[in-house]
């Protein structure tokens, strides 16, 4: 069989190791099944115009990894697992000819953890949205049969590409409350976030560009920047947010196309980038021309008094150097995908036209429904209440990790967000944990989907806001146990 394999002879990185990266990437992401056969040393090396040495090399490298192997006189397969023979499987046995079909995949590492849908007995806390008793669905409910009765039309009709205008009224007024000034003309309705980064990736990135993303970040974005045959250089963070040293030695020699930052309740760590990092990142961009994606989706969730947020990079910017993207699903209704993307001048044309051949609109239906959601006064409420919930569910949480954690695991609170990222000491893999954890009756992220590198294995991220105030205590239960007995494991 093809495998397509994009490696950059410009970048830094050894050959063997970029074919190491996407090989590996394309196995986590159940791109390539277990049993499936990889092209020989040979063929590969002809397809890259590599030599054989290198190729041989990535596979030694990805036998260290332990996610292929030989088999003598047979060829090079990626490995099997026990807790993988299961329908994967039988539609590689079943479906052979379906590996001559090529594609352009690079990785999917966001649907690979995500699209299984796991038995109803695991405790999920990998899923980063809301437990559906902490959702305002009284106020829904509400503005459904008011919609229904007041635009029944808009089941008929096609939205306009950038959205109802009266729905990006109302969007622009709850934005006023978050300091965020804008007109309708700036704003385009998107099916959540995750097609905010898409647009952005289609319409200004391709084969050679090079965006720098904080590390770790939000694996659906590095998949969709992947897509595009986008060069990802990652920038690592401390306490503040992304690193302007790394970016601006990066940028001695490296052109920089645009960069990816989530600066409020970063996903998965829970930073929060502060004021100062915040204008000397606009500063860096203005110097350079390079366009911040600036994704903004768990403002909201700020359960914490003490903590005032520092306002939105796209809130400085005077320069329209930011496109500014603000998902509804993580406060609101993870079953409804919509969102916004903000973007000023040519920027924003740009982007609207990739939106009309994207999908021609999204639903009006669904904007018209949040037109009288938006003005409901209880809204705030809502808000408000959540943020009481989210506190004491916190509390609750932090407590038992300190109590019950080995200490040779580290995590750090958080102020908001849904994400804690945990770090185990550095010769566990997560990876390698997670067919434990689904036999004990867990679910988590493994870390290394994170990075667009090979590199923080020893990282998983959890989400405490998906399960019911019942089901929460008893999964960090069974998560503590675990972990501690993986570290016990490796200490012995």
């Excluded at 590689?92 to 990785?107: C, K, T």
Aim: glycine share 6%; charged share 20%.
């Amino acid at each position: 069989m093809r495998i397509m394999i994009y490696i950059n002879r410009n970048d830094n990185s050894a050959l063997k190791e970029q074919i190491r990266q996407v090989m590996a990437q394309k196995i986590r992401s159940g791109l390539l099944l277990p049993g499936q056969q990889l092209p020989s040393v040979r063929v590969l090396a002809n397809q890259l115009r590599v030599s054989l040495v290198t190729v041989v090399e990535a596979y030694n490298l990805l036998k260290q990894d332990g996610l292929i192997e030989s088999c003598h006189g047979k060829g090079t397969f990626v490995t099997s697992f026990e807790s993988t023979k299961s329908r994967e499987e039988a539609i590689l046995n079943h479906s052979n000819w379906q590996l001559a079909i090529e594609d352009y995949l690079p990785q999917a590492s966001f649907w690979h953890h995500n699209y299984i849908s796991l038995p109803p007995e695991i405790l999920d806390l990998g899923s980063a949205s809301m437990h559906h008793s902490l959702l305002p669905l009284s106020l829904l409910s509400t503005a459904i049969q008011k919609g229904l009765q007041e635009y029944p039309k808009s089941l008929s009709s096609y939205s306009p590409f950038s959205g109802d205008s009266q729905f990006l009224g109302i969007i622009v007024d709850y934005l006023k409350g978050q300091d965020l000034l804008l007109n309708i003309q700036q704003i385009i309705v998107t099916n959540g976030t995750q097609q905010g980064i898409d647009l952005f990736a289609r319409t200004f990135l391709g084969p050679g560009d090079v965006v720098a993303m904080e590390t770790p970040v939000f694996s659906g974005a590095i998949d969709a920047f992947r897509l595009t045959k986008t060069i990802i250089q990652p920038i690592p963070l401390d306490r503040e947010g992304i690193r302007i040293d790394i970016l601006e030695e990066l940028s001695t020699y490296m052109k920089i196309k645009a960069i990816y930052t989530i600066p409020t309740y970063q996903n998965p760590t829970g930073i929060i980038m502060s004021l100062k990092r915040r204008r000397q990142l606009l500063e860096f961009a203005k110097q350079n021309g390079i366009l911040i994606l600036e994704d903004d989706p768990c403002r909201e969730l700020n359960f914490c008094e003490k903590t005032k947020l520092p306002p939105t990079i796209k809130a400085i910017d005077t320069y329209g150097l930011v496109v500014y993207l603000k998902g509804f699903s993580k406060f609101l209704f993870p079953g409804m995908r919509l969102g916004i993307l903000v973007a000023d001048g040519t920027i924003y044309n740009r982007l609207l036209a990739t939106k009309s051949i994207t999908d021609l609109g999204s639903s009006l239906w669904l904007q018209k429904i949040l037109v009288d959601f938006f003005k409901q006064p209880q809204l705030k409420r809502h808000l408000q209440k959540m943020s009481r919930n989210m506190e004491e569910r916190s509390q609750m949480v932090f407590e038992k990790l300190n109590a019950k954690l080995n200490p040779l695991i580290y995590w750090q609170r958080t102020s908001g967000g849904m994400f804690l990222w945990i770090t185990l000491p550095p010769s566990i893999s997560a990876d390698n944990l997670i067919p434990e954890a689904h036999s004990r009756g867990i679910h988590f992220l493994p870390g290394s989907i994170f990075y667009p590198r090979e590199l923080g294995f020893n990282h998983l991220r959890i989400c405490w806001t998906n399960l019911s105030d019942t089901d929460l205590p008893i999964a960090l239960d069974i998560l503590c146990d675990f972990l501690n007995d993986a570290v016990l494991k490796v200490n012995f």
